[in-house]
Structure formats: C-alpha cells, structure tokens
C-alpha cells in the first residue's frame, strides 16, 4: 500500500521559508514523477511543483517560480519542496502526488496517500 508522509509545514511570516519533505514507502520510487500540490480554502487544487522519475527536469507554476525548489533523494524515497519568499497566497494544505506518467500528470493525481501538510504565511 502506497504512503506519503508529509512534514514542514508551518506558521511563518510573509518573506520567511519553510522545506517540506515527502516520504514515499509502499511504491518504487524511481518509477514515479513526484510533486506537489496545494489547495486554498475556498479554492481548486493547484499544482504547485513536480520533479521527474530521475531528478533531471522539474516544473513549477508561475506563481512560484524563483521562489520554489524541487529535489528528490532516491536513497531516502522523499522529494523536498523548499520554499523561500513566502507570501500569505502561498497558504494552503500542500499534498505530495505521484504519477508514474509524468509530471503533467501530477495536479489530477490523487492526495488520499497523504495527510498533507499545512502551510500558514502571515503578513
């Protein structure tokens, strides 16, 4: 059975940083495209990052781009968000997802294998 065991979020202030990291167990990790996601209240899920099978090509949408960075560590099964220059519409339950399709993939794959991990940035 596939598990994702996410961690890092937190409270911090708008301009601060905060890294995430996402355990995989229960699936071959080289086999998958990793990412994440995150969801607003009120709002759609957002596909916020994803990584390929190797590590070789990331992805991140605009609305991250310069501030967010993506890595995996296959010896560990966890990919790692890192996350710099927090703005409050950065708040959200980010999910790690998995597709081992790809990373366009990523944003329709399902958040059920995780519990998520809170990210809070106040102004």
């Known amino acids: 059975q596939v598990q994702l065991v996410e961690s890092g979020g937190g409270l911090v202030q708008a301009g601060g940083s905060l890294r995430l990291s996402c355990t995989a167990s229960g699936l071959t990790f080289s086999n998958y495209a990793m990412g994440w996601c995150r969801q607003a209240p009120g709002k759609e899920r957002e596909f916020v990052a994803g990584i390929t099978r190797r590590g070789g090509t990331t992805s991140y949408a605009d609305s991250v781009k310069g501030r967010f960075t993506i890595s995996r560590d296959g010896a560990k099964n966890t990919v790692y968000l890192q996350l710099d220059s927090l703005k409050p519409e950065d708040t959200g339950v980010y999910y790690c997802?998995?597709?081992?399709?790809?990373?366009?993939?990523?944003?329709?794959?399902?958040?059920?294998w995780g519990q998520g991990t809170q990210v809070t940035v106040s102004s």
């Open positions: 997802v998995v597709d081992t399709r790809g990373i366009v993939y990523l944003n329709s794959a399902r958040t059920d």
